[in-house]
């Protein structure tokens, strides 16, 4: 539409526009300025709350012994699935919270203590003591019985907890899902490039 | 009828929609688009508008909760009025969706049309591919099922490959240190909330640059893109040769999509809704987990990569992909359009399409995963018994005891992670057998400390019956001339 059809009406006069404009100018600086604080204090609790469960002070402190029941319930040279709930749990986590792991117990009080999840991308390896193996069913990862790494992808054996035997019975530090960068042992946290951590 | 006109007028009149609206319909396109090769990007629209309907319907019933997702889907199945209907277009949808995606990605590379001044149409379109695969995804995690309860493990493991912030990664993934109630929580709200929000958005911004810039038309060898006259080129065409895209390219896209909804209605209605299988329990361990239909060529990926340099593929692989996407139109945004003229690219295509067909093929019995029951499930084919010494049958059955057949097939069951036995005694003599057992080779794992020697005799003894009749077994030249008796009794029956 062309410029000239439209009468400008109810406009200042130039020189009180130009007094004006300083003022506006810094209406519109503040505006933004308010805005861009208020925006940080508003985005600053909520990136906190959907990256809170990355904290590492926060998961270190979900760690924690829990027990396995008592030890006779793993016969000497059998190695046994064990389960236990996790010691972080909300109310409405159903069975997921019930965690399953492998326990060998080599000697009266020598056990090894395996997580159930491949260390190559995470499915439950399953326990064979006909030939004393462990089996991944996802890409047909396979362990020896003492978790060391036989054959097939996995970048190292499986994952072992850390354990203790107080008053008869299994305890082990569990919590978190095991996975290369999550290891529930420390121990064997720095020999990922070793084909065995046993 | 007359009343009908008043009251449009009445809400034309306050909305002012009615012009722009008719003149978007019947914006000229070229004659050439009218065409059957330009329905796909239209029926993925109407399939996710279908997706946004039955989702909000599952929504209805569905509960978002570790504890009760699996149950609550129990109820859908069996007890909500349609509710496995509505289940099972969500399921097919999903699948439909990427189909149609996928194929219209096909169309539009093989045509060129990401090129100038259509590059944003494709990034953005890029995009739109990645949040379609999310979903599909994502909306398998909300079928909380073993499948899901595993697959976020996997999830978990790959992410958990990052270096330095692996850990970090897992926890802010999984919403908390565990799979458990809060990642069911975190994922439905990216499956409902998020991406389909940005979904939404991208595919405004999407449809708006095919308004603004034209659809690209049908290429021609010899017809070469150039930034100064491209778009004068293109108006030319759609002015001397245009049609209004309502109705005359439109009613391709109406027919096409009528098919693809009555298709999508027939899958639903004939193949049922997709799970739940077991419950998410982890303490059963007796599963075998399986990716939805369009990941299988990752699982498939992922079994055969080498195993060193996995960790690299898995954390470049995919942003080298998606960056050279993105960066295509900025690459190549001029230039031939026709394929004729775009062998390269169209035999990348080629090469793309058919590796991701092969991968998806092999996941379909997945060779490398051990079969976990063969052992006990599987038995010796008698013809492999048949006139056999005690000790050759003693080895088969060390053979089942073992486990050997979860890798191993024997007349073609069991495993395929290793290979067949059927004729094993062709390819290795008795002392390397003894060998391979004990120590393993390859793939294979060492059995020395779980075969005593008798089992270990027998086994051997069994395996080196398995040759065709009429072929010799293995033999070791060296000793040829020591042991002049041959190695297997003339009056063996043929397997």
Known sequence: ?198 | MRLIKDVAEWFDQRLQLGKPLKETMQHPVPRSTASWAYVFGSASLTVMALQFVTGICLAFVYVPSAGQAWTSLQVLNQQQSFGWFVRSLHGWGSNFMVALVLVHMVQVFSFGAYKYPRELTWIVGIFLLLMTLGMAFTGQVLRFDQDAYWGLGIGASVIGRTPLVGAPLVHAMLGGPIIAGETLSRFFAIHVFIVPALLLAFVGVHLLMVLKLGVNEWPMPGRVVKRSTYLQEYHELTRKDGVPFVPDAFRKDLVFSGVIILALVACAALFGPFGPKGPPDPTVVQTVPRPDFFFLWLYAALALLPPQMETTLLLVGPVLAIGFLIALPLISGTGEKHWSRRPFAILSLLVIIVSLAALTQLSAYAPWSPDMDAWSSTPVPPKFLKGRSALERTGAVVLQAKQCRNCHALGGEGGRRGPALDTVATRLTGDELVRQVLQGRGNMPAYGKNLSPAETTALVAFLKTLHPANEAPARDSSLVGVVAAPQTRPDAPSP
């Not at chain 1, 792991?101 to 326990?127: E, K, M």
């Not at chain 1, 790494?149 to 354990?163: C, K």
């Open chain 1, 1 to 198: 539409m062309p410029e000239t059809t439209r009468k400008p009406e109810g406009v200042p006069e130039p020189s009180t526009a130009a007094q004006k404009v300083p003022r506006r100018q810094m209406l519109i600086t503040l505006g933004i300025a308010l805005n861009v604080v208020a925006g940080v204090l508003f985005a600053i609790p909520l990136v906190g709350y959907i990256f809170g469960p990355s904290k590492r002070k926060e998961i270190r402190k979900e760690l924690s012994w829990i027990t396995l029941g008592s030890l006779a319930q793993f016969p000497e040279g059998e190695t046994r699935l064990a389960t236990y709930r996790n010691p972080f749990v909300r109310p409405w986590d159903g069975d997921t919270a019930n965690i399953p792991c492998w326990v060998r117990r080599i000697s009266p009080d020598q056990v090894q203590v395996f997580a159930i999840n491949c260390t190559h991308l995470g499915c439950p390896v399953r326990w064979f003591p006909q030939s004393g193996l462990f089996m991944c069913p996802c890409h047909g990862g396979v362990y020896y019985a003492d978790g060391a790494r036989a054959s097939g992808p996995p970048p190292r054996g499986l994952f072992q907890y850390d354990y203790k035997i107080e008053g008869g019975e299994l305890w082990i530090k569990a919590g978190e899902v095991p996975t290369l960068a999550t290891p529930p042992s420390q121990a064997c946290a720095d020999q990922l490039r070793r084909r065995a951590c046993a």
